[in-house]
């Protein structure tokens, strides 16, 4: 693996059904994040993970949830999905200086696209 | 007020011509800056970082205005591969992203 991988590439999911898009990097990156994409929304935040162990909610936290048993997977799960998580899911990782200072870029998977019918 | 706003064009312009996209931040105590490149149904790739001294790469120059909470994006020479989107990326602590700005560099 180089980088940070995203699984699967599309699915289409019917409405109730769970499902957790895998998302792994190998960079050591501390922090990771889950985003949604839609068109003229931008790139809003579900959740993110600051470092193995810890998650935080993001801007749009509603019918997700992630876990972060180690440093590489950051999981995204909807527990019962809706046709309003319909989008494009991307992951993305960075580093994040333990005691402070600026956080580095962030890297991109290369997403996930869901449609819940 | 969104943390961060973009023009989201769409900017359509001849090849070779100089274009200038510019974003601004509400959050004063933003700490670091990037521009992203997306291009269509791909992940955002990171273009440049902002530097408070403006910082050039090739036809690429990206200037950051703390006092007025801007940054911009100044491309030269527009080549047809620079159609893309454009997001601006600011971070306080979580990194917010501009909707986007939709360039298209014409024949």
């Known amino acids: 693996i180089a980088g940070i991988t995203q699984a699967p590439t599309s699915q289409i999911l019917a409405a109730g059904r769970r499902m957790t898009l895998r998302c792994t990097q190998d960079?050591?990156?501390?922090?990771m994040y889950w985003y949604r994409q839609d068109l003229g929304l931008g790139l809003r935040l579900i959740h993110y993970?600051?470092?193995?162990?810890?998650?935080g909610k993001g801007e749009v936290p509603d019918g997700y949830s992630v876990s972060r048993a180690n440093t590489d997977d950051f999981p995204l799960t909807l527990a019962s999905a809706v046709p309003s998580q319909t989008s494009v899911y991307f992951c993305a990782s960075s580093y994040t200086p333990p005691r402070g200072g600026s956080t580095d870029t962030q890297y991109f998977g290369p997403g996930t696209r869901l449609t819940v019918l | 007020r969104k943390e961060v706003e973009q023009d989201p064009g769409p900017f359509n312009v001849p090849e070779g011509a100089t274009v200038a996209f510019n974003c601004t931040y509400s959050?004063?105590?933003?700490?670091?800056f990037f521009w992203y490149r997306q291009d269509c149904r791909k992940e955002p790739k990171l273009l440049m970082s902002?530097?408070?001294s403006g910082n050039e790469d090739g036809r690429f120059t990206a200037q950051l205005n703390r006092a007025s909470q801007y940054i911009s994006l100044l491309i030269r020479d527009s080549k047809l591969s620079d159609s893309a989107t454009y997001l601006c990326v600011v971070n306080m602590e979580k990194f917010y992203f501009g909707t986007g700005t939709s360039l298209t560099v014409i024949p």
């Open positions: 959050n004063s105590a933003s700490q670091s």
């Open positions: 993970s600051n470092t193995a162990g810890t998650t």
């Open positions: 960079m050591r990156h501390n922090a």
């Open positions: 902002v530097y408070s």
